[in-house]
Structure formats: structure tokens, C-alpha cells
């Protein structure tokens, strides 16, 4: 994993924002990280160094002159693989930008040449304020990554711009930071989810598929530097930073693809119905009226005709949840629909495929190799997949 065994330096400031530290330092824990929470005085009135401790890889650490060490942020700023700052007040802001050390923290920062993210949460009035704004362009000139804050409600009831980063996004883009960016300014269309097709207001026919595996392609993508463009008909958590096409039926998804189709790699993870009914009720189908007749007709074959329509440079990789004769399948598949890799998996397989957190699979290469990746994360296989895509990618 991008974070795995990653010492990051968690810097703490005051506001109420503070309590949202605490959900960001579990989130860094539950990637790999190895975090070293660091809490100003003005944090302190909000959160404790108990509640950090514990959650954290080493105690929360709040003094230039009260711990073990005579020189503490020397070793914080030369070991950090990376620096969070979150919440980020506007005071650290402008000490930052000044180069002015009057804390552990500022201390830290000026002692580092580790990556920092900052991630501001202020009132409207402070965020919007020439003097922040100017402070935080030149910490982007610096190489300093800055994750704006979000609309939402602020302390004291008022509601507007200044909300700090969800610590989901702010996980995700220090994934993002210290990820490999081998696919910065690549275009990236994923699907996800099953569609569904209607029977009646009711009724439709679907699958199992909850779009997890490609919703953690999705994420991969973002975090190695991608403009990602995720269409998908699943109702589980968006991964940060993507833009994001909802969907249900194969239709939907069908004239989605075709306005992204011109994309650097197409990823088709999403299972689209081969069938749909002919015709859908207008109304709910009573049962008293007896058992209905229900014709289908196919669907349009998405994949089919990306590799129909593909460019030079596309990379285009499809996905086969299989029962049996999983290869032969998955190879047919891959001939047919003129694809790059097809990623294919017994999904009769304890722990595999739909609606596990976990996934086996093969990638089918059309080369005519392949590679097994073995039982993981969701993100395992994504990472996986995408490692495939970027050699590809290196041989054009």
C-alpha cells in the first residue's frame, strides 16, 4: 500500500476542527502509516495526547522542552516521509509561510524537507481573507500541498466554506502525495456496480455486484495522479477526488462511456446486464393478475464497441465474473471484444467477488500471459490491475 510503514507526522492545531484529527489519524493507521501525532497548545483545548496515544504509533508529542528529546523536531522533520497538517489553522498558516518557529510543530516544518499537505479549516471570513489566501499561494509555490476545505457548517452554527477536508479525502491525498504518480495527466474512465434493468416502477432484473472493486480502482487511479472519471450505479462510499457519473441501467452507462470514450484507459469493472425486457410496465404488476410474461432483448455491448472504436495509446481492460471454465471464458472474452486484459474471477469462490471486501483474479493479457493475484483487498487487486495498465502503457 501507498501508506504502508510511512512515518507521517500528524501536526494538530487548535479549533473545533481538532476533534476531526482524531478520525484522520485512524484512517492513516488503518493504510499502514506509522504516525506521529504532534499537538499545539491551542489543540490541547480541544483534544487530549491520551486519546492520540493510544490511537497512534508513538505518543502524541506536544513540547520543544518537556520531552526526552533536546531536539525533537530535528528528528521529527528528518524522518517524516510526509507531514499532515490537519486542521491547519490560519495563525500556522501565516508562521509557516513567515518561517517563524515558535512551537514544536512550526518547528518541525521548518526542519523538514519531507512533502507537507496542509489542510486548512477556518471561518468563511478567515479562509477568504487577501492575507491567508496569500500566505497559501506561496506555500504552493514552495512545493506545499494545500487540500481547501469544504462548504459546510462551521463552529457557532454558520455554515459556509471553511469546513476541513473529510479525513476520508485527506487520507486520500496523502496517498495521493506519496504515491507513485506514474499516471499524472492520464486520463482514467472506470465503471462500477451492477445495472438494473426495469420490469415495472417495481421490479427490475439486476446482479450481485456492489461496484467495490471498481470503486477501489477508482481510488488507485486517483492516488497515482490520474483524472479519473468514475461511472457507476453502486451506492457505497465515492472515493475522493474522482468525477463521478451515477448511473442504473445499461443505457445510462452505455451513453455515459460514449461522451469518455476518447479516454487514455477505459476500465469496464462495472457488470452490465446482457438482457433487458422488452418492455417496462407502466405500472406495478399485480400478482393477483397472474404470472406475467416478461420478453428480453439484449443490451448494447459496451465493451464490444470500445474495442471496436479504440485509438492508438487506449488502453482498454475489461472484467469477467466467472462459474466456471474461467480462463477458456475470460480468453474468449478478451479476443472478442478486442480488448487489451480481461481481469476474470470465480465468483463462486469463498471470499471472492461480489460484496466481499476481498478478490482473487487473473489478469489476461493480450499478449496471451497472465498473472494470478492472489486472495486481498479490493485494493490489492486494484493496485494490481493498474500496474498491469502502466507497463502497457510504457510499451507504446
Known amino acids: 500500500m501507498v501508506l504502508q510503514d510511512k512515518r507521517i507526522v500528524l501536526g494538530v492545531t487548535g479549533g473545533i476542527a481538532a476533534y476531526k484529527a482524531i478520525e484522520v489519524c485512524r484512517r492513516l493507521i488503518d493504510a499502514g502509516a506509522h504516525v506521529v501525532p504532534v499537538l499545539t497548545e491551542n489543540a490541547l483545548k480541544m483534544v487530549t495526547t491520551t486519546t492520540f496515544s493510544v490511537l497512534a504509533s508513538e505518543p502524541a508529542q506536544t513540547s520543544l522542552f518537556e520531552g526526552p528529546e533536546s531536539i525533537p523536531h530535528t528528528r521529527l522533520g528528518q524522518q517524516a516521509d510526509l507531514i499532515v497538517i490537519a486542521p491547519a ?6 508562521s509557516y509561510t513567515a518561517g517563524i518557529s515558535d512551537d514544536l510543530l512550526t518547528a518541525t516544518l521548518l526542519a523538514t524537507r519531507a512533502p507537507v499537505l496542509v489542510c486548512p479549516a477556518m471561518h468563511t471570513e478567515m479562509w477568504e481573507h487577501p492575507a491567508v489566501q496569500a500566505n497559501l499561494g506561496t506555500l504552493r509555490s514552495r512545493g506545499v500541498h494545500v487540500l481547501d476545505p469544504e462548504m459546510g457548517r462551521l463552529a457557532g452554527g454558520d455554515v459556509g466554506a471553511g469546513r476541513l477536508a473529510d479525513p476520508a479525502a485527506i ?35 439486476g446482479n450481485r455486484s456492489s461496484g467495490k472493486q471498481g470503486h477501489a480502482i477508482a481510488a488507485e487511479a486517483v492516488s497515482r495522479g490520474a483524472h479519473v472519471t468514475l461511472i457507476t450505479s453502486a451506492n457505497v462510499g465515492v472515493p475522493h477526488g474522482c468525477d463521478v457519473v451515477n448511473v442504473s441501467t445499461a443505457a445510462e452507462m452505455l451513453t455515459a462511456v460514449e461522451k469518455h470514450e476518447t479516454a487514455d484507459v477505459v476500465v469496464m469493472a462495472a457488470a452490465v446486464a446482457d438482457f433487458r425486457p422488452s418492455a417496462i410496465e407502466d405500472a406495478k404488476i399485480k400478482k393477483g393478475d397472474g404470472i406475467p410474461e416478461v420478453l428480453l432483448e439484449p443490451t448494447t455491448d459496451i465493451l464490444a464497441g470500445l474495442g471496436a472504436k479504440r485509438h492508438l495509446g487506449q488502453v482498454i481492460v475489461g472484467f469477467a465474473a466467472e462459474t466456471s471454465d474461467v480462463e477458456a471464458n475470460a480468453r474468449a472474452k478478451l479476443k472478442r471484444k478486442n ?22 483474479v487473473t489478469i489476461h493479457l493480450r499478449d496471451g500471459t ?19 495498465v502502466a507497463e502497457m502503457r510504457n510499451q507504446f
Open 89 to 94: 489553522t490560519a495563525r500556522l498558516i501565516g
Open 339 to 360: 480488448a487489451d486484459m480481461i481481469v476474470s474471477n470465480d465468483v463462486s469462490a469463498a471470499e471472492v467477488g461480489f460484496a466481499h471486501e476481498t478478490n482473487a
Open 370 to 388: 497472465s498473472r494470478e493475484i492472489g486472495l486481498g483487498s479490493k485494493r490489492k487487486v486494484a493496485r494490481s490491475v493498474l500496474d498491469a
Open 171 to 205: 487520507v486520500a491525498e496523502a496517498m495521493r502525495v506519496l504515491g507513485p504518480n506514474d499516471f499524472a495527466g492520464v486520463d482514467v474512465v472506470v465503471t462500477a456496480g451492477g445495472t438494473r434493468e426495469p420490469i415495472d416502477p417495481v421490479r427490475f432484473i
